[in-house]
């Protein structure tokens, strides 16, 4: 259990309640395309309106980098969506520099149980770099700073770190419970046997949380474009597959490594290849199927092969936990989804405790139909990432501890 005052040890009654959320939701055209990360503040936020706090909410939205950025990653149509998923007035009140006269008079008028909820975060520059003024800017608007923002807790900013050192209190929400509390389990307490699926394209992306979770697992499958460059470590030769050729080395420490600790370490058997990308990426294209150590110098393997597909699900199937960060393949095509597919599937049908660490994985899982089949879903990319790589986040230490 994650030892941090929650908003359970905490009065709010006729207080000033600043909650950082992570309302950093995919947006085309003003549109929000995915709500999860909405759906997954409302139970903290809910807790401190009935509880009769003056809830300030606060997020920030995207990279800001320009003036432009500005116009479109306004948090407004988050204000809109929230209202109607709680059921309840959740006012808008924009500043260009996020805290300012309007909202100092907003919150002084609020009413114990109204939310109001603030522009994006990053609007202001020192956002980032956790300056000073806004910290102070923001601790000034509140009697309790409450941070609920597990998908922000990778970074050291202002509103999620900096702010706390200026309040009388500094607590977790829900989410941000929820959140270390299963990965936190998964990884450094799992029921065993606990196997782990990395995928994705890249190898240099998860080197720590390969080199973490083979001490932690009892097996670990490795899926997805990064799996080319172990092939290669395994002496095989990939053709025209997704390869870091300076990370062959470090694929073949992790082996070694595999084979000292008595861990398993599996890898592709088969593979899905293809002559080139397919462009636009769900393009139709023509597949074929080949050993692993047959991978013909003109093809790239895209996905798992139907054998792999069979392994994988097998070595799932005696599982009692699985945690599972990254795609086995091109999923966004549904010709080379597949292996995406298998394994979602062989997740959604054990009775293991199945986490899902955020990302592409959870979009896949989501977006396949599997989301209410999993034990849990990360609303955190990187911060799930950087959780499963062993390290501390900036944004749960900076909490007060219970
Ligand atoms: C995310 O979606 O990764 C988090 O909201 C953090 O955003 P960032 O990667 O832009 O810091
Ligand atoms: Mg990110």
Redesign the pocket.
């Known amino acids: 259990m994650l030892n941090k005052k929650s908003v359970d040890d905490i009065n709010v009654k006729g207080k000033r309640v600043l909650v950082r959320c ?1 309302f ?1 939701v995919p947006l085309k055209g003003g549109v929000i395309t995915d709500e999860n990360r909405l759906v997954a503040a409302l139970p903290t936020i809910k807790k401190l309106v009935a509880d009769g706090g003056k809830i300030i909410l606060c997020s ?1 939205l ?2 800001v980098k320009t003036e432009e950025d500005k116009l479109t990653k306004t948090l407004a149509p988050v204000a809109v969506r929230l209202s109607e998923l709680l059921g309840q007035e959740v006012k808008f009140v924009p500043n260009p520099d996020v805290v300012g006269d309007n909202v100092r008079e907003a919150v002084d008028a609020m009413k114990d149980g109204e939310i109001i909820l603030l522009e994006n975060t990053r609007f202001r520059k020192e956002e980032t770099k956790n300056g000073e003024a806004f910290s102070k800017d923001l601790a000034s608007l509140c009697d309790v700073f409450v941070n609920d923002a597990f ?2 807790a990778h ?1 050291a900013h202002c509103s999620n770190v900096g702010v706390t050192e200026y309040v009388d209190t500094a607590a977790v929400g829900y989410l941000m419970q929820k959140e270390i509390d299963f990965l936190g389990n998964a990884v450094n307490d799992p029921v065993r046997p606990f196997v782990a699926i990395l995928g994705g394209a890249k190898v240099a992306d998860k080197l720590n949380v390969i080199s973490n979770l083979l001490e932690k697992c009892d097996t670990l499958i490795i899926g997805g474009g990064m799996a080319y460059t172990f092939l290669k470590a395994k002496g095989y030769e990939v053709g025209k597959s997704l390869l870091d050729e300076t990370k062959v080395d470090y694929c073949k420490e992790m082996m070694e490594k595999a084979e000292s600790l008595g861990k398993k370490l599996l890898l592709p058997v088969d593979t899905v290849v293809t002559s080139e990308f397919p462009d636009p990426i769900d393009a139709e294209i023509a597949t074929e199927v080949v050993d692993a150590d047959k991978i013909p110098a003109d093809k790239m393997g895209m996905d798992i092969g139907p054998k792999t597909k069979e392994l994988y699900a097998e070595a799932v199937k005696s599982a009692k936990t699985v945690v599972w960060n990254g795609p086995m393949g091109v999923f966004e095509n549904p010709i080379l989804a597949a292996g995406t597919i298998a394994v979602a599937k062989a997740l959604a049908e054990t009775d293991a405790t199945t986490i899902i660490g955020g990302g592409d994985s959870a979009a896949a899982v989501n977006q396949l139909g599997f989301g209410d089949k999993m034990t849990h879903i990360s609303t ?4 799930s990432l950087e959780f499963l790589e062993g390290k501390e986040l900036p944004g749960v230490a900076a909490a007060q501890d219970k």
């Not at 955190?380 to 911060?383: I, S």
Request: hydrophobic residues 10%; proline residues 0%; aromatic residues 0%.
């Open positions: 992570d950093n920030h995207g990279k998908g922000t970074r955190g990319g990187g911060a």
